[in-house]
């Protein structure tokens, strides 16, 4: 195989890839919706623990453990600020809804959860 | 869905990222072989380039473009230093396999490329 069709490759995985990723997002947005019903917090070590695990046991290289731990960190990261929005949005519009005389939610994220339609 | 079966969603998805990932760490792999053969530069802006646009015009949402390529920065930072490690254990293998008198690659970074078989 020549670097050009390696490439051609990899951009197809590229695009693979950022399907999987918004569909895992879409899954991150809906349990933040589901969390705002109930109050649970965005942040659970334990559930952080068993996706380190199941990312790990699923790993057969050529990338080390710790440098797919480092992707992972940064895919975590990204999908707790989208939970975050949407639970800080959830909240938003049921004290508005409730014409409450509560104030906004204090994180200073806005409702615009989503960029794209 | 509940909570429970969303994450069971979720740690299908992981699933299906890592083995993306690897497949994509392969590819870069090959990519670091042939550029030993020919001199060419690990980092090559122009390409990179490319990579973040393909993403982009991938991506429907809901991440927002920006927290896509905070991702794709960490990936492409994994990928180029796999990179880098393949070239460093080409150019040690040349070295020494032509018995030269020069010394082994300066970038401290040993040949272990593989962590698991």
Redesign the interface.
Known sequence: ???EE??V???D???????????????????GH??AATS?PVYEPN?EK??YA??RA????????I??T??Y???I??MR??QRNELASERHARETGAASAEPGPATGIGPE?????
Chains 1, 2 share one sequence.
Request: aromatic fraction near 0%.
């Open positions: 195989m020549t670097i390696l490439r490759r990899i951009d995985l590229d695009r693979q890839l950022v399907e999987l990723l918004s569909e895992r997002a879409r899954a991150a947005q809906m349990i589901l969390k649970l559930r068993i996706i199941n990312v699923t790993n057969k290289g050529p990338l080390p453990d440098e797919l480092h992707i960190e940064r895919i990261d990204v600020a989208l959860t989503e960029k794209k339609p």
